[in-house]
């Protein structure tokens, strides 16, 4: 055999370790579902900024254009903001299936109740009470949910408040050094 033929003999055998080796810092790729589910977001979101302020809009669409990577930066952190505030909230099918069958219910004890007469008006006033409180607590819980995940988006801002007050030089340098580069970039 020939210093060739071993060499290539040698690659081929490490190829398949080549391919499956993880190279150091990157990250698990998301489930191809939680993958769609952010570009629906971003989309979404995308749409708002185009309806609600375009000048931020350009803004973006140039800065996808122009630095890919700070652009999914920049989405990713507006789209975690959004989120705490309940912007492309999902709720599951199956919440959505319970909200719809109260408000059927309701709907349907409100008929008996008009129906009704003597004493099922009062049994049907009852069964009204008890759905609307059922109807109102869910809403509580909801609104308890919003209100938890606007505590850790809060949370979540202070910290990086604080770290960025720490490494604020760093930061004010690193964006101009950026600014500058990326306007060099496009001949300016």
């Not at 989309?43 to 375009?54: C, E, F, I, Q």
């Not at 919440?95 to 409100?110: I, S």
């Amino acid at each position: 055999m020939n210093a060739r033929t071993t060499l290539t003999a040698a690659f081929l055998l490490l190829l398949p370790g080549l391919a499956a080796a993880k190279p150091a810092g990157d990250e698990p790729h998301p489930s191809p579902q939680a993958d769609e589910q952010y570009r629906r977001d971003a989309r979404k979101l995308m749409k708002h900024l185009y309806d609600a302020n375009p000048a931020k809009f350009e803004v973006l669409m140039e800065m996808r254009e122009n630095n890919p990577q700070e652009f999914r930066a920049v989405m990713k952190k507006m789209l975690d903001e959004k989120k705490a505030s309940g912007f492309g909230a999902h709720a599951s099918h199956a919440e959505n299936q319970k909200r719809r069958e109260r408000r059927e219910d309701f709907r349907d004890a409100l008929n008996d109740h008009l129906a009704a007469r003597g004493k099922d008006k009062a049994r049907t006033h009852d069964q009204l009470l008890e759905l609307a409180e059922e109807i109102f607590q869910a809403k509580q819980e909801r609104r308890q949910e919003k209100i938890d995940a606007l505590r850790q988006e809060l949370q979540r801002l202070e910290a990086e408040v604080a770290e960025r007050e720490e490494n604020r030089e760093a930061l004010i340098e690193d964006f101009v050094t950026l600014k500058v580069k990326a306007a060099e970039s496009r001949g300016l």
